[in-house]
Nanobody
Framework: QVQLVESGGGLVQAGGSLRLSCAAS????????MGWFRQAPGKEREFVGC????????HYADSVKGRVTISRDNAKNMVYLDMNNLKPEDTAVYYC?????????????????WGQGTQVTVSS
């Protein structure tokens, strides 16, 4: 079992930045692909990006490409989502998730473990 806890969400003005963190416990994250998803009210959960291990290869959704960066520190069992130039449409609950194996995944159903989410609100 892997337990994931997100933090770092909050209220930010459009154009601002946030760093979300995901802390894992229970198992080392080094054998998991880590993903970030988000869900806005009334919408389906949406892929934001993911990062493999080892290698640290990343893949991002077109809606956030160029504005977000995912990184990981396997020694600390941490994953990060750095978001810049935030827009009101980025407002959502952000979730980190862990996927067994080393194949990237863009669909929520492929992920095995989820955090409880952290709210990000971007004001215009």
């Amino acid at each position: 079992q892997v337990q994931l806890v997100e933090s770092g969400g909050g209220l930010v003005q459009a154009g601002g930045s946030l760093r979300l963190s995901c802390a894992a416990s229970g198992r080392t994250l080094s054998t998991y692909v880590m993903g970030w998803f988000r869900q806005a009210p009334g919408k389906e959960r949406e892929f934001v990006g993911c990062i493999t291990s080892p290698g640290g290869n990343t893949h991002y959704a077109d809606s956030v490409k160029g504005r977000v960066t995912i990184s990981r520190d396997n020694a600390k069992n941490m994953v990060y989502l750095d978001m810049n130039n935030l827009k009101p449409e980025d407002t959502a609950v952000y979730y980190c998730a862990a996927k067994n194996g080393n194949i990237m995944g863009t669909m929520a159903k492929w992920y095995d473990y989820w955090g409880q989410g952290t709210q990000v609100t971007v004001s215009s």
